[in-house]
Nanobody
């Protein structure tokens, strides 16, 4: 089976930075989209960013200019660099993998990481 493992969550102050990583293992995936979602307590899981196999990126408006999605040359690991963090970024962050083209709905992704907590203090 396909497995996604996340790391890099933690605590940051307003204006600080964190970097999340997501490593894919198991059955080979090709031409897939890696996306990032987040979920605050009592809220629905929402789209944050996505990157295609070819490296094209997409971001929700609230993180544009602050977050950057990337992939390693082997395509086995994706990263989400989060800069200029705000308290409203506090959430559990999930990476996900799905078929092309990139979508913003959680139902469009087949595989999910376990989630990692990001907390930004004011």
């Amino acid at each position: 089976q396909v497995q996604l493992v996340e790391s890099g969550g933690g605590l940051a102050q307003t204006g600080g930075s964190l970097k999340l990583s997501c490593t894919v293992s198991g059955r080979t995936l090709s031409s897939y989209v890696m996306a990032w979602f987040r979920q605050a307590p009592g809220e629905e899981r929402e789209f944050v960013a996505a990157i295609t196999w070819g490296g094209t990126t997409y971001y929700t408006d609230s993180v544009k200019g602050r977050f950057t999605a990337s992939r390693t040359a082997t395509k086995t690991t994706g990263n989400l660099q989060m800069n200029s963090l705000k308290p409203e970024d506090t959430a559990v962050y999930y990476c996900a993998a799905g078929k092309y083209p990139p979508r913003e709905n959680v139902r469009d992704y087949d595989y999910w990481g376990q989630g990692t907590q990001v907390t930004v203090s004011s």
